[in-house]
């Protein structure tokens, strides 16, 4: 199973809003509306931003939203905060019935 | 709070085997999935299986089966994750994290500190 496909960096500055893609197949992203999203902090454990492709868990600013179209998932962050700054997942459930992850996006706040 | 604490930091030789634990409390421990998910040095997630602590059955990533065995304690409230044949790229932060009721709640919520194996002969 290949990694979802990711860019390795995107960079805003202080309240615009960015947006991330998260490509894989028709056997992934394509196929299941399992897309979830994380948020990693250097040298901490990942966060959970959004899951089922657009709900967001309580406790998550409604800055962060998500999107799907055929095989290709998005994140995006809207007025962005220099706390945004980090690097983010995606992930899929697979017709595998195996989980995948994007290769990880370098948010920069400029 | 739920709260999910792993055992600490291990350093192995190659070939070795190692097993990470991952301690779960408030909340009902045989009712969710459990993963695991490793991370190796300055690299992005990569998923290794789910376990479900009511029965214990598991499904492993292809790539690690054969050499991963994920078990539980359900009087402890504890999973397990064994890694065998260990090699150098098997160097990386293991992470528990937990899923939900059922097998398609598709999501990882929330996640242990992470336990750094280290792999160096």
């Known amino acids: 199973q290949s990694a979802l496909t990711q860019p390795a960096s995107v960079s805003g500055s202080p309240g615009q809003s960015i947006t991330i893609s998260c490509t894989g197949t028709?056997?992934?992203?394509?196929?299941?509306?399992?897309v979830s999203w994380y948020q990693q902090h250097p040298g901490k454990a990942p966060k959970l931003m959004i899951y089922?492709?657009?709900n967001r868990p309580s406790g998550v600013s409604n800055r962060f939203s998500g999107s799907k179209s055929g095989n290709t998932a998005s994140l995006t962050i809207s007025g962005l905060q220099a706390e945004d700054e980090a690097d983010y997942y995606c992930s899929s459930y697979t017709s595998s019935s195996t989980w995948v992850f994007g290769g990880g996006t370098k948010l920069t706040v400029l | 709070q739920v709260q999910l604490v792993q055992s600490g930091a291990e350093v192995k030789k190659p070939g070795a085997s190692v097993k990470v634990s991952c301690k779960a409390s408030g909340y009902t421990f045989t009712s969710y999935y459990m993963h695991w998910v490793r991370q190796a040095p300055g690299q992005g997630l990569e998923w290794m299986g789910i376990i479900n602590p009511r029965g214990g059955s598991t499904s492993y990533a292809q790539k690690f089966q054969g050499r991963v065995t994920m078990t539980r304690d359900t009087s402890t409230s504890t999973v397990y994750m064994e890694l065998s044949s260990l090699r150098s790229e098997d160097t990386a932060v293991y992470y528990c994290?937990?899923?939900?009721?059922?097998?398609?709640?598709?999501?990882?919520?929330?996640w242990g500190q992470g336990t750094l194996v280290t792999v160096s002969s």
């Open positions: 028709s056997s992934d992203v394509g196929a299941y509306n399992y």
């Open positions: 089922d492709v657009r």
């Open positions: 994290a937990r899923g939900g009721l059922r097998f398609l709640d598709c999501w990882f919520d929330p």
